[in-house]
């Protein structure tokens, strides 16, 4: 059974940083691309970014680009998350997902960032 | 603004079906056949019910069905359960290698 269990989210500042981490188990890590996704409270969901199974491959959404940073260990089944300068409207329910092979994604539970001073 | 386009709701008495739209381009939507779906209850993930436009995950009730013309893909919803007023989300990956969500539709069951 797939499981990801996202942790790291909290309340930073405008400008700070967070790492956000994404356990996963219950299938072979390394065979998959990772994904991140956001969601701001009360609002639709929002594409983050997403990293290829051998981390040679990533990509991100224009309103992240140069302040995030997409990571893996397949060593440790873990996905990461780096932000940096981050904003208020960064906050949100930040959640990992599995990438299957046509684009579509498996879920973990979320863990909420807030940017607020 | 969202790159694909949804209704913002949908409402239907139980028993009957509802068809939820998803708009794009043909750099999303009408390019690829990788359109899913997403059900969303309040405080939950996300869980994914249509992948590749019209393919089910093991699991999911055949109550669910997707289909896609052009630009425009669709969930079909029949026979309608109050458990299934929720949030439903579509995506697709596009030209760019990214993928993109709707903004989403929440479904009332009457």
């Known amino acids: 059974q797939v499981q990801l269990v996202e942790s790291g989210g909290g309340l930073v500042k405008p400008g700070g940083s967070l790492r956000l981490s994404c356990a996963a188990s219950?299938?072979?890590?390394?065979?998959?691309?990772m994904s991140w996704i956001r969601q701001a409270p009360g609002k639709g969901l929002e594409w983050v970014s997403y990293?290829?199974?051998?981390?040679?491959?990533?990509n991100y959404a224009d309103s992240v680009k140069g302040r995030f940073t997409i990571s893996r260990d397949n060593a440790k089944n873990s996905l990461y998350l780096q932000m940096n300068s981050l904003r208020a409207e960064d906050t949100a329910v930040y959640y990992c997902?599995?990438?299957?092979?046509?684009?579509?994604?498996?879920w973990g539970q979320g863990t909420l960032v807030t940017v607020s001073s | 603004q969202s790159a694909l386009t949804q209704p913002a709701s949908v409402s239907g008495s139980p028993g009957q079906s509802i068809t939820i739209s998803c708009t794009g381009t043909?750099?999303?939507?009408?390019?690829?056949?990788?359109v899913s779906w997403y059900q969303q209850h309040p405080g939950k993930a996300p869980k994914l019910m249509i992948y590749?436009?019209?393919n089910r995950p093991s699991g999911v009730s055949n109550r669910f069905s997707g289909s896609k013309s052009g630009n425009t893909a669709s969930l079909t919803i029949s026979g309608l359960q109050a458990e299934d007023e929720a949030d439903y989300y579509c995506?697709?990956?596009?030209?760019?290698?990214?993928?993109?969500f709707g903004g989403g539709t929440k479904l009332t069951v009457l």
């Open positions: 997902a599995r990438v299957n092979g046509d684009y579509d994604l498996i």
């Open positions: 219950g299938f072979t890590f390394s065979d998959y691309y």
């Open positions: 990293i290829s199974s051998s981390s040679s491959y990533t």
């Open positions: 043909s750099s999303d939507v009408g390019g690829y056949n990788y």
């Open positions: 590749d436009v019209s």
């Open positions: 995506s697709s990956y596009t030209s760019s290698s990214t993928l993109e």
